[in-house]
């Protein structure tokens, strides 16, 4: 069985040659290896294998040798681990136990491998009224706590080491077989499954060749689970009583024997449990690595957290002067410098927001428009204050908002400055709601925070809410839960909640691409309204330049995680000044039909992150440069251009 | 509906067990009567016995005479103490159910906080340590952890005594014991549910009210962690009542579970049939219990389960 389940063979394809198979059987053993626990798990179970071969011959004493004369002695030099209440050397007991003990754990999971495999791939196959009739033996089978059937199959079979076997091995029957049928279902849903099926292949060769080596790695690792708590049931019953009969050495069976001995003689009961609870650790380990590679659902548990970040995050590059420019006006609700964001990756930090300045009064609505991956959603979440410090570096610069810093700030401030001043919209108002609670019970705990409202008020407030975002009957809504609603009626309660403080700020990001065209338009003026009302800055983060035309009055064009155009939305759009905008631009002939697309009739790729190209970051998709050296030396600065900053060294040209 | 559904499928899982309970007496090698009547007894004095047994009686007689015995004390008496089943039952589940529920809810709680921890402190130190004693907690054999509890509060410490089950000192070493399986398991769990919501947008809208970083963990990511933790709670409970078969043995409790044990040993069948039929039905029924919890809890198939 090890053998056949080692191989992880993932390649579908019919006729993979035998080297590849061997190939892939060694990469599965170097995932396994590479994992400390897998490392730790594997090693104690070869030796613990080891020792069950070996045992017997290691063994110093006659583990059968009764010496009256020296029964209950503590460990000592002759004999290691002392002796037990008939004077035979537990050392030598161990040992040889390590047989009788790992033996029934092989042959417990064998016996369920080799009855419950097949029942469930039979059943996966077949369907009907076979998989009906061993699913509700099943259902049967698991009705029963474990311990307590294989209690009734020692009880009808009678005490002994194979019928312990036949008993743990039952008992892990139904979990072979529903683990199997699971498994074997969704591979049989596959395509190529269903492809080499129309094509004539036999059920036998589609069996042996795609499904068997498909949940080998799912089986081999439910494999090496069971075999832990099979062996713990397995010396349990022994520790009953119940399993290997005296004077054969079990550990479970030794360590039943060593309870009436508790009180004189603890060490009795030592050395046998800690080889029992050794090798269950063990198995439980290898297995654990084994599912972290075969699991894709558990395999977020190999994400590592850079230990190194704390330490780069000092390393703050040195960040440019700052311009403290001329402030025409009141005091800007956001105003960001020279703002640096990097992520933090294994090799170091990869920076996506570079040197990004912005500024936006109360009352005006800034656009942030940009290819997918230019750091839009990277730079409003650092202004919302919501990045994860555990993957977003600062590396330089400022945020302030309403004047007050939102970098580097005590729990408790960053809390206060959310509470007053920030509102955030998602793309995903599906996700943006917690599934498990009502709308009412969402929107209340931002209403409540900060404020001494009795219960009254603040559902009168909540439902007022509602209305301000233009949904009726608000009062019995409240009591809803989000998969009530529609996806445009959850982003009206996401605005709702995000309103609930009355913020200075409203960060959206991309708050109508997951929605129909209609419902976007809603939205929009819903917003627009708002924002009218309370005079809030607005920032959104979009892909749609035509809903840039009709919402924003200012747009700020990010290409590689810097602001490259950055003006009135009337200049900008009009008379794009930098190629990139300009080519954007050209990418939307005027048609309302593309709104929404993304941004990518632009030739070339974008950069990819921490590989910018020296000099212009644009170099390469650049239809002005011309091989201009220019463009190839350094990066050109933001600069005051036909009443717009502009970051292109021959802005001046860009007159189209 | 689903609860009339759910109970519809678990009627029929609650008869076959009752039949294969009621068959585990014809399974026995040899004839329980002569067994009871021991080596030298006649032929007449077994067939006496048979009779008293109803052994001689139609099958289907015999199996509805099984199920009167659920709630007639009067049918079935213990090979051994000559006394009804079911008041042998009935004076030792109650010990059975306080260690159970006991080590649950111990479990429960420090799962849970572990658990947490586990998730916050990724890479950490305490994530490693945590990630060791629930693999330990895991592997480790309750009779073994039992011993060794033993002998270190009760023979060397002295702090509380070792067996029996006459006041509420006994229990507290069994339910600290029995407690570490769950313990590992609600921690992985919540440790693995909650790094599975940590990066959900609803925690940073959450976040973005300004609530703090606890009410953003216990409110809204927990929460969501809920449903998954009671269909493992059900299982846990269950496989500790399963456990009570060793659990009271260790302990000396005179409980369900060393009431089985013993009558296996000796072979007192009425007892081991009724005790096994027992722990079936209290599964069946933890099973159901979960199940309609987790749909309730959940209200997305709450939903479904009222239209
Ligand atoms: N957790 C992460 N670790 C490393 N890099 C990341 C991570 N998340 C995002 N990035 C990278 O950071 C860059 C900026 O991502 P961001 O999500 O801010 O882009 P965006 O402009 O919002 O794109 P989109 O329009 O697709 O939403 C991308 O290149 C992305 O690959
Ligand atoms: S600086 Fe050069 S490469 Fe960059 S946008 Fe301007 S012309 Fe193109
Ligand atoms: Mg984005």
Redesign the interface.
């Known amino acids: 069985m090890s053998a056949a389940a080692g191989t992880t063979n993932q390649a579908p394809e019919t006729g993979t040659a035998a080297p590849a198979a061997a190939k892939q059987r060694w990469s599965g053993l170097r995932r396994v290896v590479a994992q400390p626990?897998g490392l730790v798990g594997l090693t104690l179970v070869v030796l613990y294998l080891l020792l069950a071969i070996f045992g017997p011959l290691l063994a110093p004493h006659d583990p059968f040798r009764q010496d009256f004369a020296a029964t209950l002695k503590a460990p000592s030099a002759a004999h290691w681990f002392g002796t037990d209440q008939l004077g035979r050397d537990v050392f030598s007991r161990v040992l040889i136990g390590a047989r009788a003990t790992l033996g029934v754990g092989v042959g417990g999971v064998t016996f369920a491998f080799l009855f419950g495999v097949p029942l469930g791939v039979l059943a996966a196959w077949r369907r009907g009224w076979i998989d009906a009739l061993v699913m509700?033996v099943i259902?049967?089978m698991?009705?029963?706590?474990?311990?307590?059937f294989a209690?009734?199959i020692?009880?009808?079979l009678g005490a002994s080491t194979q019928n312990v076997i036949i008993a743990v091995g039952v008992v892990s029957v139904p979990i072979f077989a529903r683990t199997a049928r699971a498994v074997t279902l969704s591979i049989l849903a596959e395509p190529y499954i269903e492809g080499s099926a129309s094509l004539g292949a036999s059920p036998k060769r589609i069996i042996l060749r795609h499904v068997l080596p498909n949940i080998s790695g799912t089986l081999l690792t439910l494999s090496t689970l069971l075999f832990?708590s099979t062996l713990?049931s397995a010396?349990?019953l022994g520790?009953?009583?119940?399993g290997t009969q005296p004077p054969n050495p079990e550990w479970?069976t030794m360590?039943?024997e060593?309870?009436s001995y508790?009180?004189s003689n603890?060490y009795l009961?030592?050395f046998?449990?800690l080889f029992?609870?050794g090798s269950?650790?063990a198995f439980?380990?290898l297995g654990?690595a084994l599912r972290t590679i075969y699991d894709p659902a558990?395999r977020?548990?190999v994400?590592?957290?850079p230990?190194l970040g704390a330490l780069r995050r000092k390393a703050r590059p040195a960040s440019r002067d700052a311009k403290p420019e001329a402030t025409t006006g009141p005091a800007p609700a956001v105003s960001v410098r020279d703002l640096r964001l990097a992520f933090r990756a294994g090799s170091g930090l990869l920076e996506v927001v570079r040197a990004v300045d912005l500024d936006i009064q109360p009352g005006r609505t800034l656009a942030v428009v940009g290819e997918s991956g230019s750091g839009k959603t990277t730079l409003l979440?650092a202004i919302?204050t919501?990045a994860n410090p555990e993957q977003v570096a600062v590396t330089g610069g400022t945020i302030l908002i309403g004047g007050e810093s939102a970098i580097d700030l005590t729990?408790s401030a960053m809390?206060?400055?959310?509470?007053?001043k920030?509102?955030?919209v998602?793309q995903?108002a599906a996700?943006?709601?917690?599934?498990?609670?009502?709308i009412g019970a969402?929107i209340a705990?931002?209403v409540r925070?900060?404020t001494d409202l009795d219960a009254a008020a603040v559902r009168q407030r909540c439902a007022e809410l509602l209305s301000d975002v233009g949904i009726s009957d608000p009062e019995r809504r409240l009591a809803m839960?989000p998969?009530?609603f529609s996806g445009g009626m959850k982003q009206r309660i996401?605005i709702a909640?995000?309103l609930?403080?009355d913020p200075q700020l409203l960060l959206a990001d991309e708050p109508t691409s997951a929605l129909d065209v209609t419902i976007q338009q809603q939205i929009l003026a819903l917003l627009g309204d708002i924002q009218r009302k309370r005079g809030m800055a607005v920032l959104i983060v979009t892909h749609d330049l035509n809903l840039v035309a009709r919402f924003a009055d200012d747009v700020a064009v990010m290409y590689a995680g810097a602001i490259v155009e950055h003006g009135a939305v009337a200049q900008v759009l009009d008379s794009p000044r930098h190629p990139y905008t300009q080519a954007l631009r050209a990418a939307i002939p005027g048609g309302a039909g593309r709104r929404g697309k993304p941004l990518d009739a632009i030739g070339g790729e974008p950069p990819m992150v921490g590989m910018l190209p020296a000099g212009c970051a644009f170099r390469p998709r650049c239809q002005r440069t011309h091989g201009r050296p220019e463009c190839g030396r350094a990066e050109p600065p933001a600069e005051m251009v036909a009443g717009r900053k502009v970051a292109c060294f021959f802005a001046q040209e860009g007159l189209s | 509906m689903f609860i009339t559904r759910r109970l519809a499928m678990a009627v029929?899982?609650?008869l076959?067990?009752s039949v294969?309970v009621f068959f585990?007496m014809d399974?026995?090698?040899g004839d329980p009567a002569q067994m009871l009547a021991g080596p030298s007894a006649t032929n007449e004095e077994i067939d006496v016995i048979r009779d008293a047994l109803g052994l001689n009686q139609p099958l289907l007689t015999r199996y509805g005479l099984f199920i009167k015995g659920l709630w007639d004390p009067s049918v079935a008496t213990s090979f051994l103490t000559h006394r009804p089943v079911a008041l042998e039952l009935a004076e030792r589940l109650p010990n059975t159910l306080i260690v159970a529920i006991g080590g649950l809810v111990l479990g429960l709680i420090l799962g849970v906080i572990s658990g947490v921890v586990c998730a916050l402190r990724?890479?950490?130190v305490a994530e490693a340590g945590i990630?060791v004693l629930t693999?330990?907690g895991?592997?480790?054999?309750?009779?073994?952890l039992g011993?060794?509890c033993?002998?270190l509060f009760a023979?060397h410490l002295r702090w509380l005594p070792?067996a029996g089950a006459s006041t509420p000192a006994h229990f507290v070493l069994p339910i600290l014991v029995i407690a570490t399986r769950p313990t590992a398991m609600f921690s992985r769990l919540i440790t693995?549910n909650l790094?599975?919501t940590m990066g959900?947008?609803?925690l940073?809208?959450?976040?973005?009210?300004?609530?703090?970083?606890t009410r953003v963990i216990v409110?809204?990511a927990l929460?969501?962690s809920?449903?998954a933790a009671v269909s493992v709670a059900g299982v846990q409970f269950?496989?500790m009542?399963?456990?009570s078969?060793?659990t009271e043995?260790?302990f000396g409790i005179p409980g369900v579970g060393r009431l089985?044990?013993e009558a296996?040993?000796r072979?007192d069948y009425p007892v081991?049939q009724y005790t096994?039929l027992m722990?079936?039905i209290f599964?069946?029924l933890i099973?159901l219990a979960t199940d309609l919890l987790t749909q309730w809890?959940?209200?997305?198939t709450r939903?479904a389960r009222t239209t």
């Open positions: 626990k509700r259902d049967v698991l009705s029963f706590p474990d311990i307590v209690l009734a020692v009880a009808v832990a713990l010396s349990g520790f009953l009583g119940l479970g360590l039943g060593s309870r508790i009180r603890p009961a030592t046998p449990g029992l609870a269950a650790l439980n380990l654990d558990s977020h548990a994400r590592k957290r230990w979440r919302a919501l729990p809390m206060d400055l959310r509470r007053r920030i509102g955030v998602f995903d996700s943006a709601l917690n599934p498990v609670l009502t969402q705990e931002a925070i900060g839960y998969h009530q996401v909640i995000a609930a403080q | 029929p899982t609650l076959v067990v294969l585990f399974m026995i090698p990724q890479g950490g990630t693999l330990t895991i592997s480790m054999p309750i009779y073994w011993l060794l033993i002998w023979v070792a693995a790094l599975e959900k947008d609803y940073d809208t959450a976040r973005a009210k300004g609530l703090s970083e409110f809204h929460r969501n809920l449903v269950g496989g009542l399963g456990g078969v060793i043995t260790v089985l044990v296996v040993t072979s081991i096994i722990f079936a599964f069946v099973n809890l959940d209200p997305r939903e």
